[in-house]
């Protein structure tokens, strides 16, 4: 951390870094609707590819935002659900999108 920028500055820009990231914000968007199995999550992330997909979800398992449970079936599934955190992707999303109809509401006068 730079001597001068405060601890929010730093949580700030690991958010950011996070949401920059090419599909994470997809994702966590997707996932908002409840747990879905890795073959789901492609199908619904459009473009996305497998590798690419594997390792943002490995990403976002390490971020806490996401859990990754392998389900005793036959063959054996594998779902990921958000945590806490990662729901609170969606009050990221409300606020952006408020502070965006502010910005379009300025742009029409």
């Given at each position: 951390m730079h001597p001068s920028e405060s601890a929010e500055c730093t949580r700030f820009r690991l958010a950011i870094d996070l949401l920059a990231k090419p599909w994470s914000g997809q994702i966590l968007w997707i996932l908002q609707g409840g747990p879905l199995r890795f073959n789901e999550l492609a199908?619904?992330?459009?473009?996305?590819?497998?590798?690419?997909?594997?390792?943002?979800l490995?990403?976002?398992?390490c971020q806490g935002?996401?859990?990754?449970?392998?389900?005793?079936?036959?063959?054996?599934?594998v779902e990921y659900e958000l945590t806490e955190a990662g729901r609170g992707f969606r009050t990221v999303v409300e606020a952006v999108t408020r502070w965006g109809e502010q910005i379009h509401a300025c742009r029409q006068d």
């Open positions: 199908t619904q992330v459009e473009g996305i590819g497998e590798k690419v997909l594997s390792a943002r490995k990403e976002l398992e935002l996401l859990v990754r449970r392998v389900l005793p079936t036959t063959p054996v599934r």
